[in-house]
């Protein structure tokens, strides 16, 4: 049998395949004859089914093992020598790629071999699965490529070397840092010559990241990583420098440990690091602990990483400073370090030379403030006025501006507001104080003046006094700033107003002394000579008599014995002056002895009137009055002399309205009427003493309130006996002619006082009227006109009539005016209208 080929469908380990073999037989194949196939260990044979072309009939199988007998079922015909087929349907392939042998046998119905022969097989591996990865170091220094080769294999599930690989691959790393080659920029196409297994030079690969790290190789979906590889930091290249403070004050050390960590070229802290250090500083003061002469060595245990005591570095020089850390030509400078003065350790402290005003700035000098390490001092320094508030007289608090001091110089305004002398002003920071002293405040420009009664700001200010005649009363103007300091008695302008007299009028003067020479009342100004706006007035100055030395009495005329008079007493000071503080009594006496009240009330102003009443008819009497209590001689005052006359015996017994016809009584008159009426006074004389008419006076009064508005004609006799005398013992009339009536209405009356005098004198009869009413003036309102024809022919002469009905809202009656005028009523047509006007008014 030879030979024997073996054709697979699918070459693929663990894949269902139809195995077709061919081959040349030399001997026939029995009907009941077997064929037997060895294969090697793994194949499924369990076959779906078996054809062939040139061997008929129908077949059955089994399997032993990894052997596979097909049985002819004896329905078929002998096969004869030559090219015989058998294709086996469904073998499950091996897991196990590669080339093995199938052993192929025929044999008769009793198992005896006809002929034998094998056939080559060879199963290729299933897809890729994994990869594997090998070569790479346990350790590494960082930046140092690999000294051997990575070998990459790749492997179906099977575990079989996929020798048929070509897929591309690269290699990715855990370091971040890493360098390779081959990359997924940069990938490797296996070829097939590298039947799976490619090797890589360890140049390709360099890992620059310290710590555990590994590679990996990846064809885009499917990675194998490698073991981890020990990545070493590489040579000291760098420190790193923290806790170092972003300013500080001199001469404080660090409030935080300073952390020196070693680094290798690719930021690897150098764990390993075991070098020497030490700083210096750009702060020639510097005070390091480990400087060049005292260097610090690194532990291994430190891991590279060493944090000194923040004690051990103070800074000494004001200004932008650094610290460095250095290890041979390694180095690393910190970041600025703002070092700022320590606290203030000494200045100088001064003002410009010269008075200050109150009110007005003046400017406050620091100089050469500095700590005691030399360095220009900046800060702030408080001002102060040691001994008390230095409040200004009107409550003005003086400005203290501290001050600010930078590189060691300042200045600041201050402002007093008290004028006094030797003032000290003191500066201080801290513990450290200064001082300028014998600063002298002067008073600032005219801004008020005070009139006290006393020089040099001494005394009260004046306010409203009393004083007496003859007094003398001196004044000064005193002077002061806004602030209420007191300057000087200025000269200034003096006047006054009221009644003082004499009147004041003194220019530029300090002070001035004022004497009245009579009672008055004013006050006196003090005003600046170049500033009208700046002045002060007194209180009212009151000027009073002195006290009283007599009284006077004003005049008094005859009288009538037992009705009252007034009388008017006046208490004088000895130059004449009524002495206005009098406020007693006086006794009143007169020469008949009859005089009652006879005593006064009290005096108000020095003045007092009252009623008295003598009951004796007296020629040339005399009242006399004298103060009460006064010792003797008590102070006194006479009248002039003045005649007593018996009582009258005239009164007015009744008032008659009447018509301008002096007859026809009336009850009513018209709020302004021009129509004249009469008033008709009826007089009695019922004494025996003839009297002659002097004088009449009426008050004309409506509602309660006198109306001043009616003219009255007086007569100059009266009406019977056309004489100016009323006997003794009669009646007569005085008849007036009212020709002007007053414009309001309502209820009025009237008060009528009849003057006469008789040999006893003058005397007065009064009496009222009140039953007269005032009316309201008629008014008239045409409320309709009526037409006896809509309309008129032109020059028509049959009459035709124009009724106009008119109402009266007044209280008066009213009669058509018989003197109208013949335009009382227009048409506005033009001339040449005839009509007739009724004589009176209906209705």
Known sequence: MSPVDLTLSDSTVVCFSHHAYTWSSTQTLPSDGQIRFAYPQGFILNTDSIRSITIDGTFSFSVSDSVLTVTRNGDGTPAASGNLDLTLYGILNDTTAGTGTVSVETRNAASAILESGSASLTLLPGLLDYFNLSGEPASIQAGTVFSGPISVTAFDMYDNVKTNYTGQVYFTSSDGQAQLNFHSGNPYAFLSSDNGTRSFSGSNFELRTAGSQTISVTDGTISRSSTAISVTPGGLVAFTLSGVPAGIQAGQTFSSNVTVTAFDAYNNIKTDYTGQVYFTSTDPQALIAVDASNPYTFTLSENGVHSFSGGGFELRTAGTQTIT???????????????????????????NPGNKTAGVSFPLYVAGAQDQFSNAWTGVVSVTLPGGSHESPTGYSPTLNNISVSAGSGQSDQILVLAESDVTLQAQSGAITRTVTGIQVVPNSLASLVIRDAPSNGGTAVGSISMNVGATLTLYSAGYDLYGNYRTDENTNWTSDGTLNPAVNRSNTAFIDFVPISPATGTIRSQSPSNSTIYDNTGTIQVLAGTV????????????????????????????????????????????????????????????????????????????????????????????TFNVLPAPGVRIIGFQPLEDDTVTIIQTVTAGQTRDWFLKVLVENYGSTDVILDSLQLQFMVDGFVRTDYSVMLPDTFWYTGSDTLYGGTTDSLLLKVNATGQFAGFGNIQGFVYLTAATGRFISLDTLTSLIIQTPAALQIEEIRLSQNEVTHHQTTPWAARVVLRNTGQSHVLIDSAAVDNCLSFGLGAGWQYNRPGELQG
């Open 549 to 640: 030395s007599y009284f006077t009495l004003d005049p008094i005329d005859t009288q009538v014995e037992g009705e009252p008079f007034t009388i008017a007493v006046q208490a004088r000071d000895a130059q004449g002056n009524i002495a206005s503080g009098f406020s007693g009594t006086v006794q009143i006496r007169d020469l008949t002895g009859t005089i009652r009240r006879t005593e006064s009330g009290s005096f108000n102003q020095g003045i007092w009137s009252g009623g008295v009443t003598v009951y004796q008819v007296y020629s040339n009497n005399r009242i006399t009055v004298t103060e009460t209590g006064a010792p003797s001689p008590a102070p006194e005052g006479t009248s002039n």
């Open 325 to 351: 850390v250095q290890d041979g030509m390694v180095t690393r400078t910190s970041g600025l370090i703002t070092v700022s003065p320590d606290v203030l350790d000494s200045f100088t402290l001064s003002v």
